[in-house]
C-alpha cells in the first residue's frame, strides 16, 4: 500500500463496509434533497404535516438505533441485523416509488426508513469491533475513512440525479434509484462481508433496553453528547441560512448556491482525511477543539458577506472545519461507551437528531431577533459554548 492508502484498509471487513456505506449515503443523497417537492408537492402533505413527520421518523430512528446497537451488543452480531434493516429500505424507497400516496409516504417514513436508517450507526459498530486492539490512530483513519464515502455519495448522487431527472415531470424515480442501492447495499453485506472473530462473543455485562437507554442518558455520557451536539449543530443552522445569505445579502443566486454547496462536499472528503492522520498526532478533543474553532470563524465570516465572492472564498475554510466536526465526533462519541460498539455507535444517530434540533431552535431565536447574519453568529456562539463544555469535561487530560 502506498503512504496515501494506509494499510488498515488492507482488513476486507472495513473495505466492504466503506463499500456499503456508500450506497447507504447514495440512497439519502438521491431522495433527501427532492423528499419535501414529493411529500409536499407531489402527493400534497401539508408543510405542518411534513414538518410533524419528519421530526417524529428522526425520533424513531434514535430510538431504534439505540435498540438495535444494544441487541447486536447481546448478540455479538451485526451482520444479522444489517442484513434485516436494508429489507426495510428495499421496502421503504420501492413502497413509494411503486405506490405513491400519502398513506405509503408516510408510513415508509415514519416506519420502514427510520428502521432502514439504523444501518448508519450499525455499520460504524460493525467497523468499530473490527479496530478493537487497533492503535488509537488506525482506528481515528478508518472512522474517518468510512465517513469519507457518505460525503463522497453527496459529492456525485444530488447532481447526477438532478441532471437525470431534469426533464422529469416527477421526481419520483430518485426512490427507484434509493431501491437500487439499497439492494446492493443487501448483496454488499451478504456476499461479501466476512463474519468477525471479534464480534462473535456478546458483551459480557448484558443491558435491558431500558438500562441501555438509561445508560445513553446517564450524565456522565449525555452531557458530552449534548457538548458535542451543539458543535454540530453549527452544521445544520449553516445548512439552513447559507442559501438564504447567498441569495440575500451577498446578492448571489440558487446556482451559486448549489455550486457552493458542492465545492464543500469535496473539500469535506478530502480534510476528512486529512484529519484522519492528525489524529494520530493529537488526541479527539484537541482535534475537535481545532476544527471547532476553523468552523465558529467561517459562520461568524459567512454573517459579513456581502457578496458572491465572499462566499466562495470561505469553501476552503468551510471545507476544513466541516470535515472534522463530521468525522471527528464518530470516534469520540464510539469511545463514550467502548465496551458496547452497537450502543456507542448509536451516539451518533442521537448527536445527529440532538443537533437537528438545537439547530431549529437557534435558527428561530436568530431570526427572531436578527437577520440571517445574525443566526450565523448565533450558530458561532452555540458551538463555542459546546466546545467549552467538552474542554470543561475532556480537555484537561486524555480520555480512557
Known amino acids: 500500500m502506498t503512504r496515501f492508502l494506509p494499510d488498515v484498509f488492507r482488513n476486507p471487513t472495513i473495505r466492504v463496509s466503506m463499500l456499503a456505506i456508500f450506497a447507504f449515503g447514495f440512497a439519502g443523497a438521491a431522495t433527501s434533497p427532492y423528499q419535501s417537492v414529493i411529500g409536499i408537492r407531489e402527493l400534497g402533505?401539508?408543510?405542518?404535516?411534513?414538518?410533524?413527520?419528519?421530526?417524529?421518523?428522526?425520533?424513531?430512528?434514535?430510538?431504534?438505533?439505540?435498540l438495535l446497537g444494544n441487541l447486536a451488543d447481546r448478540l455479538g452480531e451485526y451482520r444479522p441485523l444489517m442484513l434485516s434493516v436494508a429489507v426495510f429500505g428495499i421496502f421503504g424507497y420501492g413502497a413509494v416509488y411503486l405506490f405513491p400516496a400519502q398513506a405509503t409516504f408516510i408510513f415508509s417514513a415514519l416506519v420502514l426508513l427510520p428502521i432502514y436508517n439504523a444501518l448508519n450507526s450499525l455499520l460504524f459498530a460493525n467497523v468499530r469491533a473490527t479496530t478493537i486492539g487497533m492503535p488509537r490512530g488506525d482506528v481515528a483513519t478508518v472512522n474517518s475513512g468510512v465517513r469519507a464515502m457518505i460525503s463522497l455519495s453527496w459529492v456525485l448522487v444530488p447532481g447526477f440525479v438532478g441532471v437525470l431527472l431534469a426533464r422529469s415531470t416527477s421526481m419520483l424515480p430518485a426512490y427507484l434509484l434509493a431501491t437500487l442501492a439499497c439492494m446492493v447495499c443487501l448483496g454488499l453485506i451478504a456476499a461479501f462481508l466476512p463474519r468477525q472473530s471479534?464480534?462473535?462473543?456478546?458483551?459480557?455485562?448484558?443491558?435491558?433496553?431500558?438500562?441501555?437507554?438509561?445508560?445513553?442518558?446517564?450524565?456522565?455520557?449525555?452531557?458530552?453528547?449534548?457538548?458535542?451536539?451543539?458543535?454540530?449543530?453549527?452544521?445544520?443552522?449553516?445548512?439552513?441560512?447559507?442559501?438564504?445569505?447567498?441569495?440575500?445579502?451577498?446578492?448571489?443566486?440558487?446556482?451559486?448556491?448549489?455550486?457552493?454547496?458542492?465545492?464543500?462536499?469535496?473539500?469535506?472528503?478530502?480534510?476528512?482525511?486529512?484529519?484522519?492522520?492528525?489524529?494520530?498526532?493529537?488526541?479527539?478533543?484537541?482535534?475537535?477543539?481545532?476544527?471547532?474553532?476553523?468552523?465558529?470563524?467561517?459562520?461568524?465570516?459567512?454573517?459579513?458577506?456581502s457578496a458572491?465572492?465572499?462566499?466562495?472564498?470561505?469553501?476552503?475554510?468551510?471545507?476544513?472545519?466541516?470535515?472534522?466536526?463530521?468525522?471527528?465526533?464518530?470516534?469520540?462519541?464510539?469511545?463514550?461507551?467502548?465496551?458496547?460498539?452497537?450502543?456507542?455507535?448509536?451516539?451518533?444517530?442521537?448527536?445527529?437528531?440532538?443537533?437537528?434540533?438545537?439547530?431549529?431552535?437557534?435558527?428561530?431565536?436568530?431570526?427572531?431577533?436578527?437577520?440571517?447574519?445574525?443566526?450565523?453568529?448565533?450558530?458561532?456562539?452555540?458551538?463555542?459554548?459546546?466546545?467549552?463544555?467538552?474542554?470543561?469535561?475532556?480537555?484537561?487530560k486524555r480520555r480512557r
Open 45 to 66: 402533505l401539508s408543510n405542518s404535516l411534513y414538518s410533524a413527520l419528519i421530526f417524529a421518523a428522526a425520533a424513531v430512528n434514535v430510538t431504534i438505533s439505540i
Open 198 to 305: 471479534g464480534t462473535d462473543k456478546a458483551a459480557t455485562r448484558h443491558l435491558s433496553y431500558l438500562a441501555a437507554l438509561a445508560e445513553v442518558i446517564s450524565p456522565r455520557v449525555f452531557i458530552r453528547v449534548i457538548a458535542v451536539s451543539l458543535i454540530s449543530s453549527t452544521l445544520h443552522v449553516n445548512g439552513a441560512i447559507l442559501p438564504l445569505i447567498v441569495t440575500g445579502s451577498a446578492h448571489g443566486t440558487v446556482g451559486d448556491v448549489g455550486i457552493l454547496v458542492g465545492i464543500v462536499a469535496f473539500l469535506e472528503v478530502v480534510f476528512i482525511v486529512v484529519w484522519g492522520r492528525v489524529q494520530r498526532i493529537m488526541n479527539h478533543v484537541a482535534a475537535l477543539a481545532i476544527g471547532t474553532i476553523i468552523y465558529v470563524v467561517y459562520l461568524v465570516l459567512l454573517g459579513f458577506a
Open 308 to 396: 458572491p465572492w465572499h462566499v466562495y472564498a470561505l469553501t476552503l475554510i468551510s471545507g476544513i472545519g466541516a470535515a472534522a466536526l463530521i468525522s471527528i465526533p464518530i470516534t469520540y462519541l464510539q469511545d463514550l461507551i467502548a465496551e458496547r460498539p452497537g450502543l456507542g455507535s448509536a451516539l451518533i444517530s442521537v448527536n445527529i437528531f440532538l443537533s437537528a434540533g438545537l439547530s431549529a431552535l437557534l435558527f428561530a431565536i436568530g431570526t427572531g431577533v436578527s437577520g440571517y447574519s445574525g443566526t450565523a453568529i448565533i450558530g458561532a456562539v452555540a458551538g463555542l459554548s459546546g466546545l467549552f463544555l467538552l474542554l470543561f469535561f475532556d480537555g484537561a
